[in-house]
């Protein structure tokens, strides 16, 4: 009842642009710090973006004006915009959320998604 579902993943070649959705279902995201990480094969999470009532929009220097993470609360939905996209960016892409005001650690969130592929070669 509880999920989160990330979509919006593919193939795209350097330099262009990908939207990821992550949907809420069971419970209202308002309420919650959501964060995106991603996964390269063989490597761990890393944090790529996240967003909360009280700071706002965080980011990883690496994509720090590239990618826009935003909320929809009427479609209880979080987004990821990116842009500029470059084979570094190649991994699977999590949503995660955490009950709370402020984005937590990464073992701190209470709930993730399936993961949504993102491939940029040319």
């Known amino acids: 009842q509880v999920q989160l579902v990330e979509s919006g993943g593919g193939l795209v070649q350097p330099g262009g642009s990908l939207r990821l959705s992550c949907a809420a279902s069971?419970?209202?995201?308002?309420?919650?710090?959501i964060g995106w990480f991603r996964q390269a094969p063989g490597k761990e999470h890393e944090g790529v973006s996240c967003i909360s009532s009280r700071y706002g929009s965080t980011y990883a220097n690496s994509v720090k004006g590239r990618f826009t993470i935003s909320r929809d609360n009427t479609k209880n939905t979080v987004y990821l915009q990116m842009n500029s996209l470059k084979p570094e960016d190649t991994a699977v892409y999590y949503c995660?959320?955490?009950?709370?005001?402020?984005?937590?650690?990464?073992?701190?969130?209470?709930?993730w998604g399936q993961g949504t592929q993102v491939t940029v070669s040319s």
């Open positions: 995660a959320a955490r009950l709370g005001y402020v984005c937590p650690t990464l073992r701190a969130y209470d709930y």
């Open positions: 069971g419970f209202t995201l308002d309420y919650y710090a």
